[in-house]
């Protein structure tokens, strides 16, 4: 049964933070250099995990906003910046243009097809010569699932035999589009930087049980599909990696890619 956002918003600081989250952002802890700031805003900051570890980091006069992707994650992460006395403002309004000297961006869990949207807005609100950053992951992530996935779609006579699971595929941007979604957004002195992921699972069972998977990665490429048809998928996706993979492990790969740019 589908989760409500409160649900998954729990789900997303319990173990999506370490599981997934973190993978990206320690490409941001290694490659996005802060500088000489007076503030930073964190778009899609979720329960503001990755916040709360760069303002430890920050010197204290360096002001650090939070904008939170719904009123759930919103809440938790408010809650924690009171239980560890976090100066941070996780804020709801609408950021004036050309407002911050540093903007990061969480768009992994972001559709393909609303990640320039969100990278505009990322630098509509760094300032000129700001520093605007954003990950996600690029194409050629999740192919070993993708593969899986089309052949219950064709076996079971879903998704347009299979089509679904071949827009999953198109639909991911490669590390060039993204790196041109940022220059038409006003960035140059573009650097992209990646890290390949790999995410392990016991067997079948596991893998569509994570939270990950079932709450966050499956209901977004099937949602195409009605919630019968997407319990259906799953088990049979299941049965498939036990067959197939017997009592090896199921691994899938994520490219994790950070793109870093300065606003002209």
Known sequence: ?????????????????????????????????V???????????????????????????IAVFGRCEDEDVLNIARDKAIAVKADIDFSTI????????????????????????????????????????????????????????????????????GHVAEAMITEIPTVSRVEEIAANAGLVN????????VFEF???AEFIGSPLVSDFLLPDWLRTLGEDDRERVSAKLSELIDSEDGDMTFRFSVKATL??????
Request: proline content about 2%; overall charge negative.
């Open 190 to 197: 573009i650097e992209t930087h990646d890290a390949q992921e």
């Open 35 to 61: 500088g000489d700031i007076d503030n930073l805003l964190y778009v899609n900051a979720g329960t503001g995990s990755h916040c709360f570890q760069l303002r430890e980091k920050l010197d204290e006069k």
């Open 94 to 161: 609408r950021f004036e243009d050309d407002a911050f000297d540093l903007v990061l961006a969480d768009a992994s869990f972001v559709k393909p097809a609303d990640v320039e949207e969100l990278v505009n807005e990322t630098v509509r609100v760094t300032r000129p010569d700001g520093k605007s950053a954003f990950f996600l992951p690029s194409a050629g992530s999740f192919g070993e699932i993708f593969s899986l996935v089309w052949e219950v779609l064709f076996n079971e006579d879903l998704g347009d035999h």
């Open 202 to 204: 016991a067997n079948g």
């Open 1 to 33: 049964m589908a989760k409500t956002q409160k649900e998954r918003a729990f789900l997303r600081d319990l173990y999506i933070n370490d599981e997934w989250t973190k993978r990206f952002t320690d490409l941001v802890d290694k490659h996005v250099r």
């Open 259 to 264: 793109v870093v740019g300065e606003k002209a």
